[in-house]
């Protein structure tokens, strides 16, 4: 135990060690929170406060640190860089969950009849409208698809009309509607 005492009582420990480990612990609370606001917005409110309880837990432990040695400024600035870095991780783990539905708008001034066909073809459902856009008439596509649908939705689109203008909303709740069917799982029976 003594070795460890003087462990705890170096500068090593103090000015590095200590530092990372409240850089570590900010990453994954911090990541934790952003999470948790997105489900939220997003209506996935069941984990809220699971993920709220180790978020709040996490953040206690690395304030605690920091207030038992407050001359230290390396773990000042390993719990900001550490609040930056969660910020940033935490978009990127939800931008992969790619939790919700969204609405996809599209613009068009080509004839909009073959890009309806490819999106009905495709499975979504959408409606359409014309409509006098600035300076010429257009043809407005909308579809509610979920989110881990967008980059076929965009191939479809810029394979079909590249010069097509989009935009991107996220939806918090339908109460009806056709989405992408999902993919059938067939059971492959052995032989008997």
Known sequence: MIILDTFYDSSTFTYFVLPFLIFLSRIFDVTIGTIRIVMVSKGQKSWAPFLGFFEVFIWLVAISKIFQDLDNWACYFAYAGGFATGNYIGLIIEEKLAVGIVKIQI??????????????????????????????????????????????????????????????????????????????????????
């Open 107 to 192: 613009i068009t001034r080509k004839e909009a009849a073959s890009l309806i066909s490819n999106l009905k073809g495709a499975g979504y459902g959408i409606t359409h409208h014309s409509a006098q856009g600035g300076s010429e008439s257009v043809s407005i596509i909308y579809s509610i698809i979920k989110r881990t649908e967008i980059q076929k939705v965009e191939r479809i689109v810029k394979e079909t009309n590249p010069n097509a203008f989009y935009s991107i909303e996220d939806v918090k709740s339908v109460s009806r509607g056709v989405y992408h069917p999902k993919p059938v799982r067939r059971r492959i029976r052995k032989g008997k």
